[in-house]
């Protein structure tokens, strides 16, 4: 959810659902109203507690939602001209001034008993708190002392407080915790930061749109760093002189199987042809325990297992182009389950719809896609020539190549570049209303139920 979204005070209830039908059926049990913007919240599903993190401020509640603690993390003194104070010998000429935290990313670790809060200041910086005790910092980072700390372990949200970040956290079959992050790029010539042509913008380089970083807090000199060498096999950015063309929004990151996903817009797209989709769904494969393990830490590239492709919510005359929510839920269908991706798709309208996408559907069309690369040239497959690892390599036909199984799910050494699906995965609404904005499943008896959210606060069952 955008931190931008009017929302003056949230109110987390355990609801109450009676069996009758009246519009009076849910009832508020519990609620904690925060004095600011909310932006994330997480709930411990073993504690129960609720980690929730606003504008400036990080809470700590109980399962009756009552703050057992309260921490500030803003407004500190900064510029967007300057490195992250924690960043080692990197004075700052720029006048400061207090700047509001908007919290970007909040994510759990219960394994290493570690709350990873990312806020907007110091050039989108993060910290790891304490589970049970969210005012503590769990891991000093940088280390006290640390000399060999560089810029793009410590810009890791986004710096601006409308600019989307999205992450999960995930473990490599070796053991070893990491983070998958999505960052809108906030830099010069951008809405976020349009007059600024200084060498100075931060953002420039140091920050890619999509990464996966270390997160083993026992080894805090590759703590955020891209941990593979080169570390460019582990990261998606793209190329500086088409950033106008890629304005990437990031809706949500999920895993299913063994891969994770990301969803998002382009919105450089947006307003050239109302018809056209501009919604995205990405897959990287997640390690898994699979003999392709080779030296080094991850036996997993970014860049290799990279593939995106366009979905399109409604037909011909009637699309929806812009995703606003995701939810990937298990469907129950003859023969057993079958998962499926809900998403909530908008026109400029303001008019909005519900799709579903089945994840085989996804799988089939993502190994069809390196089958064809790997064939021939061909118009429903390229290679991602828009990022830094998509230069000089093309789907050329390879003789009588015959890839395995894991290659068509997660890419093949002779063909290390991200690929994008020309055509797009198409569903059909299956319920339209106007300001819908978000969409979870949960499955009773059966039965797949769809709660469906409006940007002015009404909930479809």
């Known amino acids: 959810m955008p931190p931008s979204m009017e929302i003056a005070v949230l109110l987390l209830g355990v609801l109450a659902l009676e069996m009758r039908w009246s519009a009076s059926a849910l009832h508020i049990q519990q609620a904690f109203a925060s004095p600011n913007l909310t932006n994330n919240f997480v709930v411990d599903p073993v504690s129960r507690k609720v980690y929730l993190a606003t504008v400036n401020t990080v809470y700590q509640l109980n399962g009756t939602l009552s703050v057992e603690v309260e921490k500030r993390t803003g407004p500190v003194e900064d510029n967007l001209l300057c490195h992250a104070p924690q960043l080692p010998q990197a004075p700052c000429e720029h006048p400061k001034s207090l700047t509001d935290n908007y ?55 986004a710096n601006h407080p409308n600019a989307s970040t999205v992450g999960l956290i995930f473990k490599n079959h070796g053991g070893n915790t990491r983070l998958l992050v999505g960052t809108t790029y906030t830099g010069a010539g951008t809405q976020f930061f349009p007059k600024n042509h200084s060498k100075e913008d ?84 997640l390690d898994s325990d699979s003999p392709r393990k080779t030296t080094g830490p991850e036996s997993r590239k970014l860049t290799e297992s990279y593939i995106q492709m366009p979905l399109q919510c409604g037909s011909s005359g009637n699309i929806y182009n812009r995703l606003l929510s995701v939810y990937p839920a298990e469907v129950h269908a003859e023969g057993g389950w079958e998962p499926y991706l809900f998403g909530v798709f908008s026109k400029a309208d303001r008019k909005a719809a519900l799709c579903a996408f089945k994840f085989g559907d996804i799988e089939e069309e993502i190994r069809q896609g390196r089958r064809n690369c790997s064939n021939s040239p061909s118009s429903d497959v390229q290679v991602l020539d828009s990022v830094i690892q998509g230069s000089g390599a093309v789907c050329v036909q390879k003789g009588n190549l015959v890839l395995q199984p894991e ?11 991200p690929l994008a699906l020309r055509r797009s ?37």
């Open 425 to 461: 995965l198409k569903a059909l609404p299956l319920f339209e209303y106007p300001a819908l904005s978000s969409v979870s499943v949960d499955t009773v008896h059966n039965h797949a139920v769809v709660f469906l959210g409006t940007s002015n606060g009404r909930l479809h069952k």
């Open 202 to 285: 931060l953002r420039f380089e140091n920050t890619p749109e999509i990464a996966i970083r270390s997160l083993n807090i026992k080894d805090l000199s590759r703590l955020f760093t891209y941990d593979i060498n080169p570390s460019e096999d582990n990261v998606f950015k793209i190329k500086q002189e088409v950033k106008t063309k890629n304005k990437l929004n990031f809706v949500h990151a999920f895993i299913q199987k063994t891969y994770s996903y990301i969803a998002f817009n382009n919105d450089a797209k947006m307003g050239h042809k109302e018809s056209q989709p501009n919604s995205i769904l990405a897959r990287i494969c």
């Open 407 to 417: 290659q068509l799910d997660c890419g093949a050494a002779h063909l290390q570049h």
């Open 103 to 157: 919290n970007k990313l909040l994510k759990l670790d219960r394994e290493q008993g570690v709350v990873v809060v990312c806020g907007s200041v110091y050039q989108g910086f993060c910290e790891l708190r304490r589970m049970g005790n969210i005012s503590e910092i769990a891991v000093e980072f940088p280390p006290q002392g640390e000399k060999t700390v560089f810029p793009s372990m410590l810009n890791i949200a």
